[in-house]
Nanobody, 127 residues
Framework: QVQLVESGGGLVQAGGSLRLSCAARAESGRTFSMYVMAWFRQAPGQEREFVVSISGSGRNTYYSDSVKGRFTISRDNAENTVYLQMNSLKFADTAVYYC?????????????????WGQGTQVTVSS
């Protein structure tokens, strides 16, 4: 099992910035760099939505059109942590944000591709 814990959520005004963190503990026999990581979000009454994913090395990223240019994903494998820098936040970004990990090597936008999930952190953007 991989434990994922998100932090950094909160209330911010539209146009503001927030940085989310996801701290991971890898399962036995694996290192953090072996996992593709991603962020998803889920607004009230909505389905879970893909935000961005990053390869194990950090060399490849894949953003949804709704956040590209505003959000940046990064990872620090030495610290077993993934970050999501969110700039120019909009009211539509309001959601619970989930960190996810998969043992495959390819980035993916599909929730079913991910094996492990954090409990989520609330991001609320006031308009």
């Amino acid at each position: 099992q991989v434990q994922l814990v998100e932090s950094g959520g909160g209330l911010v005004q539209a146009g503001g910035s927030l940085r989310l963190s996801c701290a991971a503990r890898a399962e036995s026999g694996r290192t953090f760099s072996m996992y593709v990581m991603a962020w998803f979000r889920q607004a009230p009454g909505q389905e879970r939505e893909f935000v961005v994913s990053i390869s194990g090395s950090g060399r490849n990223t894949y953003y949804s059109d709704s956040v590209k240019g505003r959000f940046t994903i990064s990872r620090d494998n030495a610290e077993n942590t993934v970050y999501l820098q969110m700039n120019s936040l909009k009211f539509a970004d309001t959601a619970v944000y989930y960190c996810a990990a998969r043992t495959g090597v390819a980035v993916s936008r599909l929730p079913s591709a991910y094996d492990y999930w954090g409990q989520g952190t609330q991001v609320t953007v006031s308009s």
